[in-house]
């Protein structure tokens, strides 16, 4: 189980960080996506739990930063000069099994999301 947190309404050029935390302890690869309304859901980033390699959308490269705290058992996205176009359900996954990162049918878990809403 992924449990999701820190979403919230936002001004644009504002900043919030997200934490995604399992259930159970985990060495698996995480990533965030989003899903707007009346849109496919898509990778923002995602990371590596040994490396902490990272992969980013080309839309959040330079504003949104992946981390994740293994001591904790934590995932973070901290997104900063935020838009109105990142208004978004934001969902938390893991268990990364094919090679393309930012597709959704890549993932095996999934948490339940948290709203961002960034208002012009």
């Known amino acids: 189980q992924l449990v999701e947190s820190g979403g919230g309404s936002v001004q644009a050029g504002g900043s919030l960080r997200l934490s995604c935390a399992p259930s159970?302890?985990?060495?698996?690869?995480m990533a965030w996506f989003r899903q707007a309304p009346g849109k496919e859901r898509e990778g923002v980033a995602m990371?590596?739990?040994?490396?902490?390699?990272?992969n980013y959308a080309d839309a959040v490269k330079g504003r949104f930063t992946i981390s994740r705290d293994n001591a904790k058992n934590t995932v973070y996205l901290q997104m900063n000069s935020l838009k109105p176009e990142d208004t978004a359900m934001y969902y938390c996954?893991?268990?990364?099994?094919?090679?393309?990162?930012?597709?959704?049918?890549?993932?095996?878990?999934w948490g339940q999301g948290t709203q961002v809403t960034v208002a012009s």
């Open positions: 990371i590596d739990a040994g490396d902490l390699n990272t």
């Open positions: 996954a893991a268990h990364k099994r094919l090679l393309t990162w930012y597709e959704r049918r890549s993932w095996g878990y």
């Open positions: 159970r302890r985990t060495t698996y690869t």
